[in-house]
C-alpha cells in the first residue's frame, strides 16, 4: 500500500508539474485514438440504412435493366419481360420504360435516368414519397439524394428535354444504386419527351423465394452479349455504400499518420526531457529506490496519461462518428453512433498503450541499468557530430551556420519533425487534390451526385487535414521547446563568442526551418501516394501546379510563426545564467 | 617592451556599477557602486570568497548582463547604451572569454571550436582554419587540433579556451576561474599562457579564488559582499616567472 501510495505521489508531482506536456501527450493520444475509433466503427454502418429503405419500399431482390445498346444484342424485349416467370421468381414489376435526358436546373445541366410510372401502386419497388405526391402528367418525382445534390424542393419547376414540369415529389428507392440522377415520370410524358430522340431501355424488378441466392440468379441471367444487365440487392448495396467505404479507407489511412505523428511528438517531447528523467532516476535510486520500482514509476505515469487520451479519443470518436457516417439522403434512417464493442475499445487502448509504452521505455530502461553516481551526473545523450554538416556549416552566414550545427546535434529530433511536418503536408496535398476532384466532379455533366459523394469525402479530408496540422504544430512548438532547452549552453556560447540575439533567434528558426523545407519537398509526392492509396482516381487528380508548389512557402511561413516566439525566448535569455550554471 | 601602466589608456572603466537580483525580501546585491579602471595592457586579478560577486563583475564587463546602476566604458565605448546586437559586435571585436568549465563545444574539435568566433565574425572558413591552427600551435596542441573535447585532458582543453578566447585579436581577455577545474600540472600550463599572454601586452582580467593564480597579476583587486575592500599593485609579477612565483615549478 507504502509503494502504491509512494508511486501515485511521484506520478501526481511529475505530471502537475509539466502539466503542458502531459496535456500535449493526452491530446496527441485522444486524437490518434478517436481516428482509430472512427475508422473501426465505421464497418456495417451502411447495413441499417439499406435494409430500413429496402423494407420501406419492398426493395428487389433483382433488379434487371434491358439496355440493347449499351450491354449487348443478345436476347429480345420479350425474353427480358419472359424472366418475370423464371424459376425462384415470386413477384415482378415492369418492364418501366427509361431514357437518358437533359434536366436543367438553376444554372445545372445534368444527364438523369428517367423511369416512366403510372399512378398505381407497383408491386415491387414502390419508391417512398419523402414530400410531395406521386407522378402527375405534368409533374416530375426526383430521387431524393439528386433533388438534394440539386437543391430542387416540391413545387420548383425543371426542364427535361425541353419541357417544363414541376417538382410533384422526392422519393427514396433501394432498385438501383444512385450512381446516376433518377426521376421519375408519368409513362406518357416520357413516352412523349423520349420520342423525340433519345433510346428506351426498360427496367424489371424481381422478387425471389430466395433472396439470398440474389447474386447467384443475377449471374445466371448475364449470359456474355445478352442486352441485359441483372444487379443483385447485395450489389446495390454495396455500390451505395460506396462513399462510405471511401470515408473509412481515409480514416483508417488517417489513424495510421496520426499514429505516426503522435508517435514522432511523443518521441520529441520524451527525448527533449531525458537528461531530466535520467537525473530524476538517479535521485530516486539514490534514495533506496529499486530499479523496478524506478521503472514502474516512469511506465505508471505514462500509462496513466495514456489512459486518459484513449478514454478521451473513444468519446470524441463516438460523438463525431454520426457526422462522418451519414449515409447520404439516398437511404432513410441514420446509422446512429458506431457501437463501441469490445474489439474497438481493445484496439484503441493497445494502441494507445504501445504508443506510451515504445515512446517512454527508453528512459526506463535506462534509469534502470545506469548506475546511480551517471545518472545524476551525465547528460543523458551526448550530442551527435557530422563532420559534413560541420564543414559546410562553415561557409554558410551565421544564422544558417547555427541552425545546421543545431540540426547535426540532434538528428533523430530532426528526422522526427521532418516526418511529422511531411505527414501534415502530405495529408494537405491529398485534400487539396479530392477538393480538385470534388470541383472537377462537380462541374461535369451528369456527375452530379458523384460530386456530392466526393464532397462528403472532402469534408472527411478536411476534417483529418486540421487534426493532422494542428498535432504537427503543436510538435513544432515542442520540437522548437526542446532545441531551445537543449542549445541552451551552445547558444550562450555563441552570444559570449558575439552572435547577436537575432542570428540566435534566426539559427533556432532555421534549425527547424531547413527539416520543414526536406519535409514539404517529400510531402508533396507523399500527398500523390496518400491520395492513390485512398482509392482515388488519378486521372482525376491534376489539381494546379502553382497551388502545390506554393504549399512549400506557406509551410515555411507556418513553421516560421510558429517558431518565431519560442527561438526568440531562446535567444534573449541571459547568457551569464547558463554559463555561470556548469 | 610595454608602456608604464600611469601612461595607458583605460581599456576598461566602470563608474558605480551595480548589479541586483530578484526584489523585496528576495533582492540580492551581487555588485555595489563598485569603480573600476583596467589599463591597456594591464592585468588585473579579482579575488574574493565564493558569492562575492566577483564573476557576477566579470559577466557585467563582459557585457552578458546588464548593470542595475552605473556606468561602464569598454574600449572606450559606453556598453550601458548600446543595444544587445551591439553588445554582441563588441564581444565578437574586442572582447575574449576564458570559463572555469571551458564550454567547449562538444561536437566540435579543437580547431572547429577556436575557428567559431571568427566564424561568427563572418571570416573565411581558410581564414578562421589557418588562424585557429597557428593558435593551437602557440597554445602547443597542434597536434590535438583534431580532437573533440572528449579526447583531451582539462588542461589542454583550457588550452583551446585561450585560444578561442584570442583567435578574434580582442582588446581584452577576461578569464573566469580559469584554473578552477584543473590539477596543477594543468594549472601550470595554463599559467604559461597567461604570463605569455602578459609579455605580448594582452590586456586581461581573471578571476579567481586561487591567491597562488592572483600573484601573478599587475594589481590585485579584493573582492567581499560585491564591492572592493582592497587593491594591491604587484610589481614581481612581471619580472619572475609565473611557475616560480605560484610555486608550482622549480
Known amino acids: 500500500m507504502g509503494r502504491l501510495l509512494l508511486i501515485w505521489r511521484l506520478v501526481r508531482g511529475d505530471i502537475t508539474r509539466r502539466r503542458v506536456q502531459s496535456l500535449m501527450l493526452v491530446v496527441m493520444i485522444a486524437a490518434t485514438t478517436a481516428t482509430l475509433t472512427l475508422s473501426l466503427a465505421l464497418h456495417g454502418v451502411t447495413d441499417s440504412p439499406f435494409a430500413h429503405t429496402r423494407a420501406a419500399t419492398n426493395g428487389p431482390d433483382v433488379s434487371g435493366l434491358f439496355e440493347p445498346d449499351y450491354h449487348g444484342t443478345a436476347g429480345t424485349l420479350q425474353q427480358f419481360k419472359a424472366l418475370r416467370r423464371a424459376p425462384g421468381v415470386i413477384g415482378s414489376s415492369g418492364l418501366f420504360p427509361i431514357t437518358e435526358l437533359e434536366l436543367t436546373y438553376g444554372g445545372h445541366k445534368v444527364r438523369v435516368h428517367a423511369e416512366g410510372r403510372n399512378s398505381n401502386r407497383a408491386a415491387v419497388d414502390q419508391p417512398l414519397l419523402t414530400a410531395g405526391q406521386w407522378t402527375t402528367p405534368d409533374g416530375v418525382v426526383v430521387e431524393r439524394s439528386f433533388a438534394d445534390a440539386l437543391g430542387v424542393h416540391v413545387g420548383d419547376t425543371i426542364h427535361l428535354a425541353g419541357r417544363a414540369l414541376d417538382v410533384a415529389g422526392i422519393a427514396v428507392t433501394s432498385a438501383m444504386a444512385t450512381s446516376d440522377p433518377l426521376v421519375w415520370l408519368d409513362s406518357s410524358t416520357l413516352l412523349a419527351l423520349a420520342g423525340r430522340s433519345e433510346p428506351l431501355w426498360y427496367a424489371l424488378n424481381l422478387k425471389l423465394s430466395d433472396p439470398a441466392a440474389a447474386g447467384t440468379f443475377a449471374a445466371a441471367h448475364n449470359t456474355p452479349n445478352a442486352a441485359w444487365l441483372f444487379q443483385s440487392w447485395q450489389e446495390i448495396r454495396a455500390d451505395d455504400s460506396t462513399a462510405i467505404a471511401d470515408e473509412r479507407q481515409l480514416l483508417a489511412t488517417g489513424s495510421v499518420l496520426l499514429a505516426i505523428i503522435a508517435v514522432a511528438g511523443i518521441a520529441v517531447m520524451v527525448g527533449g526531457r531525458m537528461a531530466e528523467q535520467t537525473r530524476r532516476v538517479g535521485l530516486l535510486k539514490a534514495i533506496g529506490a529499486t530499479p523496478s520500482l524506478v521503472a514502474l514509476v516512469l511506465m505508471a505515469e505514462n500509462l496513466l496519461l495514456a489512459a486518459m487520451g484513449t478514454i478521451a479519443g473513444l468519446a470524441v470518436g463516438r460523438v463525431v462518428a454520426p457526422a462522418l457516417t451519414n449515409p447520404g439522403t439516398s437511404m432513410l434512417g441514420n446509422p446512429g453512433s458506431p457501437s463501441l464493442n469490445a474489439n474497438t475499445v481493445g484496439l484503441a487502448a493497445a494502441l494507445a498503450a504501445v504508443v506510451a509504452v515504445a515512446a517512454t521505455g527508453a528512459p526506463a530502461l535506462r534509469g534502470a541499468r545506469t548506475s546511480t553516481i551517471r545518472a545524476l551526473t551525465d547528460p543523458a545523450r551526448p550530442p551527435q557530430r557530422h563532420d559534413g554538416i560541420i564543414d559546410l556549416s562553415a561557409r554558410l552566414p551565421v544564422p544558417l551556420l547555427l541552425g545546421l550545427r543545431l540540426i547535426a546535434r540532434r538528428p533523430r529530433r530532426a528526422e522526427l519533425a521532418i516526418a511529422s511536418v511531411a505527414i501534415a503536408v502530405a495529408t494537405f496535398i491529398a485534400t487539396l487534390m479530392l477538393r480538385h476532384t470534388t470541383v472537377l466532379g462537380v462541374k461535369a455533366a451528369g456527375n452530379i451526385l458523384a460530386a456530392a459523394k466526393q464532397n462528403n469525402l472532402d469534408h472527411v479530408g478536411n476534417i483529418l487535414s486540421v487534426i493532422l496540422v494542428v498535432i504537427a504544430a503543436i510538435n513544432l512548438l515542442f520540437t522548437t521547446w526542446a532545441t531551445v532547452l537543449d542549445a541552451q549552453r551552445p547558444t550562450a556560447l555563441a552570444r559570449s563568442l558575439g552572435a547577436t540575439p537575432n542570428q540566435i533567434t534566426g539559427g533556432l528558426a532555421s534549425a527547424q526551418l531547413l527539416p520543414g523545407l526536406i519535409a514539404a519537398i517529400i510531402g508533396i509526392p507523399a500527398g500523390i501516394v496518400l491520395y492513390l492509396a485512398a482509392g482515388e482516381n488519378p486521372s482525376q487528380a491534376n489539381p494546379p501546379i502553382l497551388a502545390m508548389l506554393a504549399v512549400i512557402p506557406a509551410t515555411l511561413f507556418a513553421i516560421g510563426i510558429l517558431t518565431a516566439i519560442p527561438a526568440r525566448i531562446g535567444a534573449n535569455r541571459p547568457a551569464a545564467e547558463v554559463l555561470r550554471s556548469e | ?250
Open chain 2, 1 to 250: 617592451m610595454r608602456a608604464p601602466v600611469a601612461m595607458r589608456t583605460p581599456m576598461v572603466s566602470a563608474r558605480g556599477l551595480s548589479k541586483e537580483y530578484g526584489s523585496g525580501a528576495a533582492r540580492v546585491r551581487a555588485v555595489r557602486g563598485l569603480d573600476l579602471d583596467v589599463e591597456a595592457g594591464e592585468t588585473v586579478a579579482i579575488i574574493g570568497p565564493s558569492g562575492c560577486g566577483k564573476s557576477t563583475l566579470l559577466y557585467l564587463l563582459g557585457g552578458l548582463e546588464r548593470p542595475t546602476a552605473g556606468s561602464l566604458r569598454l574600449v572606450d565605448q559606453p556598453l550601458e547604451q548600446l543595444p544587445e546586437a551591439g553588445l554582441a559586435r563588441l564581444r565578437r571585436h574586442a572582447l575574449g572569454f576564458v570559463f572555469q568549465a571551458f564550454h567547449l563545444v562538444d561536437e566540435l574539435t579543437a580547431t572547429e571550436n577556436v575557428e567559431l568566433p571568427l566564424l561568427l565574425a563572418g571570416a573565411s572558413p581558410h581564414r578562421a582554419h589557418k588562424r585557429a591552427a597557428d593558435l593551437l600551435r602557440s597554445v602547443g596542441l597542434a597536434d590535438r587540433a583534431g580532437h573533440l573535447p572528449s579526447a583531451l585532458s582539462g588542461g589542454q582543453r583550457q588550452r583551446v579556451a585561450i585560444a578561442r578566447a584570442l583567435v578574434n585579436e580582442p582588446a581584452v581577455v577576461l578569464a573566469d576561474e580559469p584554473t578552477g577545474n584543473l590539477d596543477s600540472e594543468a594549472t601550470t600550463e595554463v599559467l604559461r599562457l597567461f604570463e605569455q599572454l602578459r609579455a605580448d601586452g594582452q590586456t586581461l582580467v581573471l578571476v579567481t579564488h586561487d591567491e597562488r593564480i592572483a600573484a601573478t597579476a599587475d594589481r590585485l583587486l579584493t573582492m567581499r559582499d560585491g564591492v572592493l575592500v582592497d587593491e594591491t599593485r604587484l610589481s614581481g609579477g612581471s619580472g619572475r616567472s609565473l611557475g616560480a612565483i605560484t610555486g608550482l615549478e622549480e
